[in-house]
């Protein structure tokens, strides 16, 4: 019998020299075993993907992460991609595909900043390929000249839903996130309900409108730091609750 709750991530597929390699990075990792989460099991990203439901049906929770790369846009409109876009089209065919398994294996689902906007795209949203050149959006870019600890820092208020999942992890009805992001939601998908928007209007964070799937997206990254931010914190520990009543039903 299992300890703890088992939580897949799927990895990204980076070019390291001449050879491919499966990867995520530590702080998603190191988030999920700080706040108590449970044992990070990583998933690869490959073109077929691996058959997704045998190895679902082993896991109690699915963390999507954020990236360099962004979603190809023939997965969400028929234009073209900007010169210097970076893509990953296998974590694209292993992500895009896997939402939907979670959904219908009833397995709890948080996704952060790409892993957000896979979930739009997976539910037949569309994206804005650059927030910061659209008309009444601002610049949510980090300044990457910044150290880690400025670039992650709080840089915007998010107003929250009331009576939603974050406004009672908040306990109030703004709080202050990062912003590290390029893109973002221009349409909502299907059975999606908006959790909190950023002052600009742009929608950052999102749940299934489904009482039977627990599924939280975010745009920002709770991640950083997460034990020293109470909003992050509790972001992961009502992930980790929901994991855990997935670990009891299935033993």
Not at 63 to 82: A, F, K, Q, V
Not at 149 to 156: F, I, K, L, R, S
Request: charged fraction near 20%; aromatic fraction near 6%.
């Amino acid at each position: 019998m299992r300890s703890e709750p088992l939580i897949g991530i799927p990895c990204d597929r980076k070019i390291i020299g001449p050879h491919p390699f499966q990867a995520v990075g530590e702080k998603y990792v190191r988030a999920l075993v700080d706040a108590g989460v449970g044992t990070p099991l990583l998933i690869p990203s490959l073109d077929p993907p691996l058959a997704l439901e045998p190895l679902l049906a082993h896991l109690d929770g699915i963390l999507l992460t954020g990236s360099h790369s962004n979603i190809e846009p023939h997965h969400y409109s028929d234009e073209p991609s900007y010169e210097g876009n970076f893509h990953d089209p296998q974590r694209d065919a292993t992500t895009l595909s896997l939402i939907h398994v979670a959904v219908r294996m009833r397995i709890p689902l948080l996704a952060v900043c790409r892993g957000f906007q896979e979930v739009n795209v997976a539910f037949g949203g569309t994206l804005l390929q650059k927030v910061h050149e659209t008309v009444g959006h601002h610049d949510h870019r980090e300044d990457t000249t910044q150290p880690l600890d400025v670039q992650y820092g709080p840089a915007h208020a998010l107003k929250l839903r009331p009576g939603g999942v974050l406004a009672q992890i908040a306990g109030s009805g703004t709080v202050m996130v990062n912003s590290l992001h390029g893109q973002g939601i221009r349409s909502l998908g299907r059975d999606l309900l908006v959790e909190g928007t950023a002052p600009d209007g742009l929608i950052e964070a999102v749940r299934l409108d489904n009482p039977d799937t627990w599924l939280l997206a975010v745009q920002w990254h709770p991640e950083w730091r997460v034990a020293e931010n109470p909003f992050y914190l509790g972001i992961f520990q009502h992930f980790a609750q929901a994991a855990r009543r997935r670990a009891h039903a299935r033993i």
